[in-house]
């Protein structure tokens, strides 16, 4: 009997207040750079470097920098 092994690749990206959280890289929808602005935006705290949103909506401030952020989702999909 042949078995099917279906590997699932998560990379681990840090939250601002110290957790980790394991993401699927196809669950990423887009990613935004945190922009320095001089308003008050309620969604995102000062420490967030990128902002991941992900397919069922909901929205990550991580301290990965966008760039390593697509560093690590390239690394997963191989």
Do not use: F
């Amino acid at each position: 009997m042949m078995e099917l092994i279906t590997a699932v690749s998560l990379m681990i990206l840090h939250r601002v207040d110290g957790g980790e959280v394991a993401v699927s890289p196809s669950h990423v929808t887009s990613m935004h750079a945190r922009a320095p602005s001089s308003g008050q935006n309620k969604l995102v705290t000062g420490e967030a470097r990128c902002i991941v949103w992900l397919s069922d909506g909901k929205l990550l401030s991580v301290l990965e920098p966008c760039d390593a952020v697509k560093r690590l989702m390239n690394e997963a999909a191989r």
